[in-house]
C-alpha cells in the first residue's frame, strides 16, 4: 500500500503516465461513470454514501491495482494483512473481488479527503467507504484501475 499525497503522485513509477495524467487532470465536477484511460487501465467515478463501521468488510483484487481519491467528501479506508483473515465471499473473478471478515485487529486506518491517494496492490485487504465520525455522508470518489 502506498499513502501519500496527490501533489507526489508524479513520483511513483508504478503509476503509468496516462493514469497520472488522468489523476492530475481531475476536477470534482466531472460526470460520474466508467472511464477508459489506456489499455488495462479504466476509472470508475462514483458517488455513495459512507458506511459504519459495523458494515465494514475487507476486499481484495488480484488483477487490478487500485488508486483511490475522493473527489467530495472525507472517509475512511481500513488497511490490514491478509493473514488469519476469513474469507466470507469467495473470489469473483468476473469482479475481480473477493471479500474477508472486517474483525478489529491489525488494522491502519487512512483518511482519504481529497488532498490524498491511497494505492493498494493485489492481494492486498481494504475496507473503503467508512464514515469517520460514524455519521453518513455522500461522497464522491475516483478509483482507478491500474491492470497488474
Do not use: W
Not at 79 to 96: G, L, N, S, V, W
Amino acid at each position: 500500500m502506498i499513502y501519500d499525497i496527490l501533489e507526489n503522485i508524479s513520483r511513483y513509477n508504478q503509476i503509468q503516465k496516462q493514469a497520472k495524467d488522468f489523476i492530475i487532470g481531475l476536477s470534482s465536477d466531472i460526470p460520474l461513470g466508467r472511464y477508459e484511460i489506456s489499455d488495462g487501465i479504466y476509472a470508475n467515478i462514483e458517488e455513495y454514501s459512507t458506511k459504519r463501521i459495523e458494515e465494514a468488510k475487507f476486499e481484495a483484487h488480484r488483477k487490478y491495482i487500485d488508486i483511490q481519491i475522493l473527489l467530495k467528501g472525507y472517509e475512511r479506508l481500513d488497511f490490514a494483512p491478509i493473514k488469519d483473515r476469513k474469507i466470507i465471499e469467495p473470489y469473483d473473478e468476473t469482479r475481480d473481488i473477493e471479500f474477508f471478515e472486517y474483525g478489529n485487529t491489525d488494522i491502519t486506518p487512512c483518511f482519504l479527503d481529497g488532498k490524498n491517494f491511497v494505492m493498494l496492490f493485489g492481494g492486498e485487504l481494504h475496507a473503503p467507504q467508512i464514515s469517520p465520525d460514524g455519521d453518513r455522508k455522500t461522497v464522491k470518489k475516483v478509483v482507478v484501475k491500474v491492470r497488474i
